[in-house]
């Protein structure tokens, strides 16, 4: 049984090439460009002649493109900053060669951030269905944290996916941001609201989960610094759709 990889991008030449060397084993790779103007096409192109340009229509909208043009009804779904370990390839290999029992499957992913990898927090094990059949399989709408469902059992894979995501603590920031503004718009489209209460309540009851709770203590000053950005994140995207449903003057703040 083959698989094919998908992978999608847009300004990712600090990862791309090593995401795709780390799946050379696959027997289709298929990269979607969202219009990058930086030198990721020419890089993915080194790696794989399917290498195609789409606009950008969101997370999961994209992904389910990419599977569609896909050479083989197994897919596997990599993100560019990160990287399948030689244990999993050596898993999913043996897994396709005998046959797949389950319709999907989930993988748990590491993440390496300010020099240790961190296997506590919110962040681990952080399990993500990315190998799966697309006949079964389709990625939802939303626009931040998007994932796959599939109609059928799903089982696990125990080797880790590598995760690169920030380069330092102020890209980490930036990151969050802008997650936490799609995250907002998320919770408007679903129509949650969002209670004063909420904004003093959930942050700390975040960090206590992360740092306490998931053991970020164990993984020194990086794992407090996780537990407390991922409940600036909390945060922020409360305090985002509480300002949404305030309609907050636009004009408020700027010189008459």
């Known amino acids: 049984m083959r698989v094919s990889v998908i992978v999608i991008t847009r300004n990712e030449t600090r990862n791309i090439s090593a995401a795709l060397e780390s799946v050379r084993w696959a027997d289709d790779i298929v990269v979607v460009d969202s219009g990058s103007t930086d030198d990721t096409v020419a890089i993915a192109r080194r790696y794989t002649d399917r290498v195609v340009t789409h606009a950008w229509e969101g997370y999961g909208a994209q992904k ?23 244990a999993l390839t050596q898993e999913i290999r043996a ?30 094990p952080d399990r993500q269905l990315r190998l799966y059949d697309r006949r079964t399989g389709r990625w939802n709408d939303r626009r931040v944290h998007e994932s796959v469902a599939v109609d059928g059992a799903v089982g696990q894979l125990e080797a880790e996916i590598e995760h690169r995501p920030y380069r330092d603590i102020a890209h980490h920031l930036r990151t969050i941001d802008r997650y936490s503004t799609l995250a907002a718009d998320q919770m408007r489209a679903e129509g949650r609201s969002v209670r004063w209460i909420e904004l003093v309540a959930r942050p700390p009851l975040a960090f206590l989960r992360n740092y306490v709770a998931r053991l970020g203590v164990r993984d020194g000053a990086p794992g407090l610094i996780v537990s407390i950005l991922n409940s600036y994140y909390v945060f922020l995207k409360h305090a985002k759709r509480w300002e949404q449903l305030r309609a907050i003057d636009p004009g408020a703040g700027q010189t008459p």
């Open 95 to 124: 897994l396709l060669a005998e046959g797949p029992a389950r319709q999907g499957y989930r993988i748990p992913r590491v993440t390496r951030y300010l020099g240790r990898w961190i296997r506590s927090t919110d962040w681990y």
């Open 64 to 86: 389910n493109y990419a599977a569609g043009l896909a050479a083989h009804d197994w897919v596997f779904s990599l993100d560019a900053d990160e990287r399948v370990t030689p």
